[in-house]
């Protein structure tokens, strides 16, 4: 069974810092990324990476967000200069069947992301 498990949130003023980490299999897959759930908002792509090891990143967080893979198993976020407007909740995601669209710049056909976290809160406060 495929698990998930998001760590690193919680709360932090206006133009902090929080590093997101999401522990996962060491299987290879096609795209695994960062998504974020405001109230009353729908799920956004923020940054993922693909089979090839390209990185894609959200327009709205580019030059803040920075996606790395620390480790086989460890895919962190780094969110610096954080703003109220990036509060939410984070989930990691992998799709392991090429289907979902590993691109900030595409649709990401959220839906085909078959594995997901529970996520973890982040909380910014101006």
């Known amino acids: 069974q495929v698990q998930l498990m998001e760590s690193g949130g919680g709360s932090v003023q206006a133009g902090g810092s929080l590093r997101l980490s999401c522990a996962h299999p060491?299987?290879?897959?096609?795209?695994m990324g960062w998504f974020r759930q405001a109230p009353g908002k729908e799920r956004e792509g923020v940054a993922a990476i693909n089979i090839d090891g390209r990185i894609s990143i959200a327009d709205s967080v580019k030059g803040r967000f920075i996606l790395s893979e620390d480790s086989e198993s460890i895919l962190s976020l780094q969110m610096n200069s954080l703003k109220p407007e990036d509060t939410a909740k984070y989930y990691c995601a992998l799709d392991y069947t090429g289907l979902a669209t590993c691109s900030a710049q595409e649709p990401w056909h959220i839906p085909r992301f078959g594995y997901w976290g529970r996520g973890t809160q982040v909380t910014v406060s101006s």
């Open positions: 060491r299987d290879r897959y096609y795209c």
